[in-house]
């Protein structure tokens, strides 16, 4: 059964708790990795201004995830 290694699971750690609960059952499934957990404001704003993201800082209608 795959599982997330030592990085995936310190990113995992900073993501919002249903996030976390929706990729614990993803791995037991899926060999997968989490490449990011929290961004602060000025990261999100960057990945934003370079097309790498397409959510500016703060999107609240992403709280309803």
Known sequence: ???FGRASLR???ECDDRIQLVLN???KTFDCSVLCGYRD????QE???TGRSHVQWPDFSMMAI
């Not at 404001?41 to 999100?44: L, M, P, S, V």
């Open 1 to 3: 059964m795959p599982k």
């Open 11 to 13: 990113r995992l750690s």
């Open 25 to 27: 059952e993803v791995v």
């Open 41 to 44: 404001e000025d990261t999100q």
């Open 47 to 49: 990945l934003y201004r």
